[in-house]
T-cell receptor, first 114, second 114 residues
């Protein structure tokens, strides 16, 4: 069965610092992985997706994520945080074994300090 | 522009009342989904539909009902049987029921009890 674990419900960084949001997944078949961002009182927007092409995936707003099969991880990074990055971030997984039903992590709220 | 429209943005329910949340998409997507979002719990799947006139229960379907009479529309009714309906409700759609593509989200409806 698929599952997603996001380590840390809250992460706080200073403006200009590295952003690292952690995601580990469980899947018995090759997974498809996604990161979404949610701003207050809005829906989720896709940041990036991994669908078995390059293991380093670049997304919007300077974010990227690296798929590491050996570690079953798909951590999200951004070299330099901006105030506008403050939001909630969700990691998600889907795979053929689960009928492509998407399973979402519990989310990580990112705070950016001036 | 194509997208998903949820209405109303805010909704209040009285005791014993059924309320219906609207979700319309013009993306020509086959699959549509309803999620419930509570703080710290991520997204939980209520119902999903992969084609017109067909839908399946998700993980927390009790107290909810849906219909899918048109490809564009997937309304959710929160019935009086749902004893704790206060939450943020998100509608999503995706091209193809069995697909590795990401979901597209509406901006949500926030439901509260009067």
């Amino acid at each position: 069965a698929q599952s997603v674990t996001q380590l840390g419900s809250h992460v706080s960084v200073s403006e200009g610092a590295l952003v690292l949001l952690r995601c580990n997944y469980s899947s018995s078949v090759p997974p498809y992985l996604f990161w979404y961002v949610q701003y207050p009182n809005q829906g989720l927007q896709l940041l990036l997706k991994y669908t078995s092409a390059a293991t380093l995936v670049k997304g919007i707003n300077g974010f990227e994520a690296e798929f590491k099969k050996s570690e079953t991880s798909f951590h999200l990074t951004k070299p330099s945080a901006h105030m506008s990055d403050a939001a909630e971030y969700f990691c998600a997984v889907s795979d053929l074994g689960g009928g492509f039903k998407t399973i979402f992590g519990a989310g990580t709220r990112l705070f950016v300090k001036a | 522009d194509g997208g998903i429209t949820q209405s109303p943005k805010y909704l209040f329910r009285k005791e014993g009342q059924n309320v219906t949340l609207s979700c319309e998409q013009n993306l020509n997507h086959d699959a549509m989904y309803w999620y419930r979002q509570d703080p710290g719990q991520g997204l939980r799947l209520i119902y999903y539909s992969q084609i017109v006139n067909d839908f399946q229960k998700g993980d927390i379907a009790e107290g909810y009902s849906v219909s899918r009479e048109k490809k564009e529309s997937f309304p959710l009714t929160v019935t009086s049987a749902q004893k704790n309906p206060t939450a943020f409700y998100l509608c999503a759609s995706r091209t193809g029921g069995y697909s590795n593509q990401p979901q597209h989200f509406g901006d949500g409806t926030r439901l509260s009890i009067l």
